[in-house]
């Protein structure tokens, strides 16, 4: 059996002329790089890269639901059939809501806007360390 090295020309290491090896990572080779001047609109009235509010909501909502609408028959089986497994969402709804009619509340009396900061000004330094460690490790 024949040996086959893979890339064992050095003239093929330099960077390609091909449009596809100058591009960005997840960008078409025939999208331009050049980013438009302030006075250029483009097609349609809204700049490129905005969305609307309605858009960005459902771009949520399908991220949130996505794999979720998966295990829903196994939960509900799991809960003890689909009644009880509404009465278990509607209970947890409640929470919520109630959390973020709370973390709303803190927002405006302490005049910040995003979840760190809300936590950092209502509880205080330590626990916002912690909140952002939490954070970190959920993600993660």
Do not use: H
């Amino acid at each position: 059996m024949a040996q086959v090295s893979i890339n064992n020309d050095y003239s093929e290491w330099d960077l390609s002329t091909d449009a596809g090896e100058r591009a960005r990572l997840l960008q078409s080779p025939c999208v331009d790089t050049a980013p438009k001047s302030e006075w250029e609109a483009s097609p349609g009235g809204l700049d490129r890269g905005t969305t609307s509010t309605l858009g960005a909501i459902f771009i949520v909502v399908n991220a949130c639901l996505g794999a979720g609408l998966l295990n829903f028959p196994a939960a509900f089986s799991t809960a003890g059939g689909v009644a009880a497994g509404i009465a278990l969402q509607m209970g947890m709804l409640v929470f919520i809501i109630s959390g973020l009619v709370i973390l709303a509340y803190c927002s405006q009396a302490s005049n910040e806007r995003t979840y760190q900061e809300v936590v950092w000004a209502v509880c205080g330094k330590l626990t916002g360390v912690l909140c952002e460690v939490a954070i970190a490790v959920y993600t993660f």
